[in-house]
């Protein structure tokens, strides 16, 4: 016996290392393993070589492809037959088992003994669907036993239709508890009749003829076998329930023992004692057999020869037969001779017959009843090595006995039961818009709210029931457990599966009685669908009641790391290839710790490669959807089980190492889903909305989406297809690109594809118009067609795919074409996605935040309204990021042109004509205009911004256009910027002109004058003090008749700017009875009855009088905010200049948009803040003038002039003194223009790199950190500041980020020492590049070089300082020295300088009036960054965050309680509490002058206010900061604005100062 098993192991050794499986043996090869996306995955390969043969096998065995039992031999072996000889016999008589073919049974036998038990189920169970036989007798398994597989038959549910007349329909059972006579099929030795061949046509009667059983004259089938003898198979035939085409009214099971039975006996002797009756197929009787056959008892009943008579049979063949059934005592009819006059078909035939007639009467046994037979003779049976995992799932399920399902749920699964479901509707309901009684919109969320925390509490403190321990302690703790854990879980399911079997069946027949009556009760029927859907109980109810144990974090006693290590476990089973419940159908809820949990612990178990390839199939329900993921990947959705589960399971397949940067991601993850239009659920008062919600939910996270179309049902197509399109057009607005493929079922035929041609454009005519009819429902009047929405091409997203089945079911074998077809789909839709492949792919982190965000957005009515993505904000926040910094650096490079510009300007000739002047700025303005056009910079660095592939852009295609449209809007206020200084320069330089030619007329007379007092005193010998005297009494007399510059009429010029802005309107008469605008009174502005516009009639006065209040606070913002620009203007050293004013109107102008008044207010206003302005500009003009007047210039340089007097008087050299001269006069002032020019700009610059970078890098932050700091500091009229002066609460706290950052590390003095180094190093170059000639040689020393010397360095440094002419003459005024000397003395004076105000720098501590005399000012860069639009939200005022000054909407992160705007209840005066977000997905209404009184729907806001979006609150926590806020000062905001405390919900009173915080962080999506 061990000679022999050692024998046999070196047999089957040899022949599985010939098929490259013996690293596989035994039972090593996983399911899991086979599952994984790999190349072959998409080229489906033909065998290349011997050990290529089982994956082409397994490949297509798992696409439920009927031919994959042709994978017997190497691809090219047929044409090296071709070119060898055919009549070499050595051809014929080679040894067989090194060739490169393979015997199909050999091939099943080596792969089910490589399998493991769990992929040897799923063989059995595509070979069933293929209509193959399949192992019921495994040989050489233990020491060479036979082994039953029952497991690997388990999984085989069928279903048939018995004639029996009691029976109540279809009967659906797995095939091994199911009690069906069992036929064994045997041969001896001699046998030339094929046993298989003629089992085929006996199942095949009546229908197509299959090969069920592989025999001879298939390919392989002739092949020498090598372990295959001693495999016993069996297959069912199952009747239809018609008595035509059924040739068994009956199941029947047929065993077919291969190889000789003599060589086999434990198999025979085990199958002859469980079948109702075997053949045995002989040509003669052999004495060894003959033994063998009169051994088995009760052979009588039970056995049947079937004799092949040919022709040349011999006597004694014949003798040998009569002679056994002699001894068997058989009657003639249990003989059945075949001879050569009847042919296999007829031979069946009467086969069939004697099958039937021995079926009746004659007890039947289960395969599963079987086990004990098996034991007892010796044999192994698979499924013994998992009886304590069967006991525990035996124990669970005879727990629930006779129970009720909902009973037994309420009882062990309770956290599903109706608290779980009402959680559900309470979200729903929060989400929802419908009335809600007299309850106020806030109070009834929180009543809501609180309601779903009382029910959460409920749950949590459920205990864990005996059940569901009992469950998850069968889970493993580690890896190394998985295989137990395995056992369980498909015990459980075969378990389950059974006992809903059992449960349903008379359910569902009481429901098809009650659908097929011709009075419908449609109650009943709605009540026996909810029963249906109560009553189901799978394995999905238990991971479920897992999930939400983990939900809730029950917390029972020693529980607490139970539940901690329940994601783990969950996250295991979907690496190992099992569903995980992402939307539970049955509460149409999702889980979301439990969900994100599972999936971030999966994420952390990959090492964080996560990329996810998501793929979902949506349809009408049984269309083959499941199917169809089952065919494409091989995987095993749940088709048929008996049970109407609804919801979404999602399945994670490993993408192999070599896949994976073709394909782009770790993962593919298939989502199935529910049937839509489903006939049970069409009963339900939701069915289609929910059917919407999950069509949103799953395209929303797929990136491929297969619809499925099955022809038979137009009309529910229809339906199906106007769903899909409404979620692809929300899709489209929210940035989600899915592909999208039109599954056809059932079109068969060779020309299917050229005759559905016009089939599909009908399709697309079709999707037009519903695309056309979504789009106006969805508010996207411009999308028209479908093409519109998605790339399709009607050729390349449509796919015909013929009907699964060959014939009609039970006994149809699988069609060959529907396998190819969708083998072909599966590897054009890899091969499209190898293509298009982008960085672009979410990871499970962005995946869940997918989930997230879209399912919160589907339970809103308004789908696009509501949707808010933390990816999309992300994304956008980082694009507005990139974009602040783009448009610094642009806008710092035109400040620097302008400058550049600038400075041209005042170093022109001043001997030029004004109108020389005139014509360079006109120059200057073309060439800006030409360069702006020529700066593509930002243009550029947006297209490649979008290009990129790695930060989902893809979700923000949609603000591009704002971006484009803020481009163009910059480059037209850069334009008017620009131009105004430019104008404002040559402005300034008349001015300078008009002072210099004053001073200069003066100057030429003094120093005439001291050249003449010199000549007259040159003779005396005079003390210092009588020089001094003489120089006084001379200057006195000169510069007595100096006058000064011409004050102009600053209020006159300012009122005539106001005249210009009215011109196009009637305020004449108001305009002229104003005689100068600085006497109008500067008492507080009053806001009069006059002022006020009532917008409708009938207005209560005490409404007339809360306007007037409203107005009036208005009015004291803008004066405000106006005065404080005016004064920012004035508090520089420039003139004034009539753009100010201009500005000044149009700022007012801004500010008076969307408000209501009269016109009186209007001009009222503009003269009361014009009025403001012209005093302050009066002022700035006096100080102006002060600085230029050319008696106080003069008398600036009579110091100077007496000095020179004294050392010209004594011939004393003054070269030093002269040098040091001219750097107090010319080249200081010069510099400190410099550092101020620049400061500006540097400023700006480290602000955005110091502490507060972060919070001005984008206007989204900006808001965040400006309420957090609110928030510290708790100072109730820093909130009203905020809230009421928006503008200038945001520019204070700018000038503080300023005020702190030039204070810290005296940064202030370091940069413009910086500054000061850059610009003496340019002059102390220039001087030295100034005392050289042309050609490089030092200027000659004399007293004329020095007009060279400094005419040369006014040339060099042209471009970086200005150097005033009267100061130059000034201080060189008979200049005695010579040129070398005087340069000296200039390097020595520049370095002096520089000491002398780095000094200065040291010692200067006023920021602020720094900062306000600075011609680029940091706090307005900075504001213009951060303020945006400057537009509120018409209800709770917020302002707009959105993105540039140029957008089509705008919107904010969180609004807040209307009252802390000032909004009050009519009646009862109190401030309201709602909040805006709540209002417009509510029922309510609001009135305003912009409805004109009438009352309109806040759902319809839009209507009103079309710029606006204003979505439902992000998050529940959201609003929390100004919940707290409102709460925290409800009576001081009452006060503030004269009015009563607002009713706040008690819910808002718990709301803490760190619950508050939490809140606005998520709000602004910043993590901690």
């Not at 037969?321 to 009847?342: F, G």
């Not at 035109?894 to 170093?907: G, V």
Request: proline share 3%; with cysteine; net charge negative.
């Amino acid at each position: 016996m061990s000679t022999n098993t050692s024998e046999e192991h070196a047999v089957i050794f040899t022949f599985l290392s010939k098929l490259g499986l013996e690293i596989f043996y035994p039972n090593k090869l996983t399911l899991r393993s086979l599952l994984e996306i790999n190349k072959n995955s998409i080229n489906e390969e033909a065998a290349s070589s011997v050990q290529k043969i089982p994956w082409c096998f397994l490949r297509k065995l798992f696409k439920i492809n009927a031919e994959c039992r042709g994978c017997t031999q190497v691809s090219n072996s047929e044409d090296n037959e071709e070119s060898s000889d055919p009549l070499d016999l050595d051809l014929y008589t080679a040894d067989e088992s090194a060739d490169d073919r393979v015997n199909p049974l050999d091939l099943v036998t080596a792969l089910f003994l490589c399998a493991d038990s769990f992929l040897q189920q799923e063989m059995a169970l595509k070979m069933s669907m293929c209509q193959f036989s399949v192992p019921l007798l495994m040989p050489h398994v233990n020491n060479s036993q036979s082994t039953l597989m029952l497991w690997a038959l388990r999984d085989i549910v069928k279903e048939w239709c018995p004639h029996l007349s009691e029976s109540r329909g279809f009967v659906e059972n797995h095939i091994v508890q199911a009690k069906i006579p069992l036929f064994s099929f045997v041969r001896l030795n001699n046998c030339s009749l094929s046993k298989s061949q003629i089992l085929n046509q006996v199942l095949s009667l009546g229908q197509q003829y299959h090969n069920y059983f592989i025999h001879r004259d298939m390919k392989g089938g002739a092949i020498k076998r090598h372990i295959a003898n001693g495999l016993a198979e069996v297959c069912w035939y199952l009747p239809r329930g018609r008595e035509h085409p059924d040739v068994f009214p009956d199941p029947i099971a047929f065993a077919n023992l291969r190889g000789n039975m003599s060589e086999s006996l434990a198999q025979l002797t085990f199958l002859f004692h469980v079948s109702t009756a075997t053949f045995v197929f002989l040509d003669k009787i052999e004495k060894e057999e003959h033994e063998i056959l009169t051994s088995l008892q009760d052979v009588k009943s039970k056995m049947f020869l079937v004799v092949n008579r040919k022709d040349g049979s011999s006597k004694e063949d014949m003798e040998s037969v009569r002679k056994t059934v002699k001894e068997l005592d058989l009657p003639n009819s249990s003989v059945k001779v075949k001879d050569q006059r009847v042919n296999v078909v007829e031979f069946s035939d009467k086969l069939s017959s004697t099958i039937n007639k021995i079926t009746v009467g004659k007890p039947t046994m289960s395969i599963e009843n079987m086990l004990d037979k098996a034991v007892e003779l010796g044999l192994s049976v698979d499924e013994c090595t998992s009886g304590d995992q069967k006991k525990t799932a035996e124990k669970l399920v005879k727990g629930i006995g006779v129970q009720k399902i909902p009973d037994y749920k309420s009882k062990e699964l309770p956290l599903q039961g109706a608290d779980w479901k009402r959680l559900s509707q309470l979200e729903k309901k929060e989400c929802s818009s419908k009335t809600h009684g007299n309850l106020a919109p806030e109070k009834h969320k929180s009543q809501l709210q609180r309601e779903q925390q009382q029910i959460k509490e409920r749950l949590g403190k459920q205990k864990l029931s005996d059940d569901m321990k009992t469950f998850i302690n069968q889970l493993p703790k580690n890896e190394n457990d998985s295989k137990s854990r395995d056992f369980f879980l498909k015990w459980m399911k075969l378990k389950l599966d059974a006992h809903s079997r059992d449960q349903l069946s008379s359910l569902r027949h009481k429901w098809k009685e009650q659908s097929n009556k011709e009075n419908k009760d449609v109650e009943e029927i709605a009540k026996l669908d909810q029963e249906l859907l109560e009553s189901s109980l799978g394995l999905e109810h238990y991971m479920r009641e897992m999930g939400l144990i983990y939900e809730f974090s029950l917390q029972s006693q020693n529980s607490a790391d139970e539940i901690r290590r329940l994601p783990g476990l969950a996250a295991d089973l979907l690496l190992d290839g099992y569903p995980l419940e992402l939307l539970d159908g049955d509460a149409s809820n999702i889980p979301e710790k439990w969900v994100t949990d599972v999936l971030m612990e999966l994420h952390r178990k990959v090492g964080e490669k996560s990329r996810l390839l998501v793929l979902t199939v949506l349809g009408v329900q049984s269309t083959g959807k499941s199917t169809l993921l089952n065919t494409m990947f091989g995987v095993q959705f749940s088709v048929s089980s008996g049970r109407c589960t609804r919801g979404a399971y999602m399945l994670f397949l490993r993408v192999s190492d070599d896949m994976q940067d073709q394909l782009n991601c770790d993962f593919i993850v298939l989502i199935d889903t529910e049937g839509l239009k489903a006939p049970q659920l069409s009963q339900l008062e939701d069915s289609y909305e929910h059917d919407n919600q999950l069509a949103t939910f799953v395209i929303g996270l797929s990136d491929v989406t297969i619809i499925n179309v099955a022809s038979e049902n137009s009309t529910e197509m229809k339906d199906i297809l106007q769903i899909a399109i409404h979620a692809f057009l929300r899709m489209k607005q929210i940035g989600k690109k899915p592909i999208c493929h039109f599954v056809h079922q059932n079109v068969a035929g060779v020309s299917a594809h050229a005759r559905t041609l016009t089939e599909r454009q009908l399709l697309l005519d079709q999707l037009n118009e519903m695309t056309k009819i979504a789009a106006e429902m969805e508010k996207q009047p411009s999308i028209k067609r479908f093409t519109d929405v998605l790339d399709y091409d009607i050729a390349k997203n449509n796919w015909n795919i013929p009907g699964l089945w060959h014939g009609t079911p039970p006994m149809a074998s699988v069609n060959t074409g529907y396998s190819e077809a969708v083998a072909d789909f599966k590897k054009n839709l890899l091969e499209t996605v190898k293509k298009d492949k982008t960085d672009d792919v979410s990871q499970i982190p962005e995946f869940l935040e997918w989930v997230r965000s879209l399912w919160k957005a589907v339970k809103y009515e308004n789908f696009i309204f509501s949707f808010r993505n933390t990816l999309v904000a992300q994304a956008y926040d980082n694009l507005c990021k990139e974009f602040s910094k783009w448009e610094w650096e642009v806008k710092k490079e035109l400040i620097s042109w302008q400058d550049a510009a600038k400075l041209e300007i005042f170093n022109s000739d001043n001997e030029t004509h004004v109108e020389t002047w005139k014509i360079l700025v006109a120059s200057k303005k073309s060439q800006l205009l030409q360069k702006l056009e020529e700066q593509k910079e930002m243009e550029k660095k947006l297209d490649e911004y979008y290009e990129r592939t790695d930060i989902h852009v893809n979700l923000i295609e949609k603000y591009k256009i704002d971006f484009i449209n803020r481009i163009s809007s910059l480059k037209v206020e850069f334009q008017q910027s620009v131009n105004i200084a430019l104008d404002f320069a040559l402005h300034e330089k008349k001015s300078s002109k008009e002072a210099q030619d004053i001073q200069s007329k003066h100057r030429e007379m003094i120093e005439k004058e001291v050249m003449k007092l010199l000549s007259d005193r040159e003779q005396c010998t005079l003390s210092d003090e009588q020089l001094k005297r003489d120089f006084q009494q001379m200057w006195t007399k000169v510069t007595a008749n100096v006058s000064g510059l011409k004050e102009l009429k600053i209020s006159e010029k300012v009122l005539e700017q106001l005249s210009t802005h009215f011109s196009n309107r009637n305020f004449n008469e108001e305009l002229q009875n104003i005689k100068d605008l600085k006497d109008i009174e500067e008492d507080p502005f009053e806001v009069k009855s006059e002022h006020v516009k009532v917008p409708w009639k009938g207005v209560q006065f005490w409404k007339k009088e809360a306007s007037q209040r409203e107005l009036q606070s208005f009015a004291v913002t803008v004066i405000e905010s106006c005065t404080r620009s005016v004064q920012g203007i004035a508090k520089t050293d420039a003139d004034y200049y009539e753009s100010f004013t201009k500005d000044l109107l149009e700022k007012v102008d801004d500010s008076l948009k969307g408000h209501t008044f009269q016109p009186k207010f209007e001009i009222d206003l503009k003269l009361h803040i014009c009025g403001i302005a012209s005093r302050e500009f009066l002022q700035m003009h006096r100080h102006f003038l002060s600085a230029r007047d050319p008696k106080i210039q003069l008398e600036k340089y009579r110091p100077q002039y007496l000095l020179d007097f004294i050392d010209l008087y004594k011939k004393v050299d003054h070269c030093q003194r002269k040098a040091d001269d001219f750097v107090r006069l010319c080249i200081k002032p010069a510099v400190e223009e410099y550092i101020s020019r620049h400061l500006g700009t540097n400023i700006v610059d480290q602000v955005l790199a110091g502490r507060h970078s972060e919070e001005y890098s984008s206007r989204h932050l900006f808001q965040s950190n400006i309420q957090e700091e609110l928030l510290q500091k708790e100072d109730f009229q820093s909130f009203v500041k905020f809230i009421r002066k928006y503008e200038i609460c945001v520019k204070d706290l700018i000038f503080q980020h300023i005020l702190e950052e030039m204070s810290e590390d005296k940064a202030l003095c370091k940069l413009k020492s910086q500054n000061l180094k850059v610009i003496v190093n340019k002059i102390t170059d220039a001087t030295e590049r100034a005392s050289k000639g042309e050609d490089g040689v030092l200027l000659p020393d004399n007293k004329e070089s020095i007009t060279e010397l400094i005419k040369n360095m006014h040339r060099y440094l042209t471009k970086d300082i200005s150097l005033s002419e009267e100061a130059e003459k000034t201080a060189l005024f008979q200049i005695q020295s010579t040129c070398h000397p005087f340069k000296e003395s200039l390097i020595k004076s520049l370095s002096e300088m520089n000491e002398q105000l780095q000094e200065e720098f040291s010692k200067s501590q006023d920021i602020t009036e720094t900062v306000n005399k600075l011609p680029t000012k940091p706090q307005d860069e900075l504001f213009n960054r951060v303020f945006g639009c400057g537009q509120q939200c018409p209800f709770c005022k917020v302002p707009c965050e959105a993105g540039g000054k140029k957008h089509e909407k705008h919107h904010a992160a969180v609004h807040r309680p209307k009252g802390l705007g000032g909004y009050r209840i009519e009646d009862s005066e109190k401030l309201v509490e709602t909040l805006c977000t709540t209002d417009v997905n509510s029922e309510r209404k609001f009135q305003c002058a912009d409805t004109n009184g009438e009352w309109h729907p806040f759902k319809e806001f839009a209507k009103i206010y079309p710029d606006w979006l204003i979505p439902p609150d992000y998050t529940r926590e959201a609003s929390d900061y100004w919940k707290y806020v409102l709460v925290k000062y409800n009576d001081r905001f009452a006060q503030e604005y004269n009015a009563k405390p607002a009713d706040v919900p008690e819910a808002w009173r718990s709301i803490t100062r760190e619950q508050a915080l939490k809140g606005l962080k998520e709000a602004f999506n910043i993590k901690d």
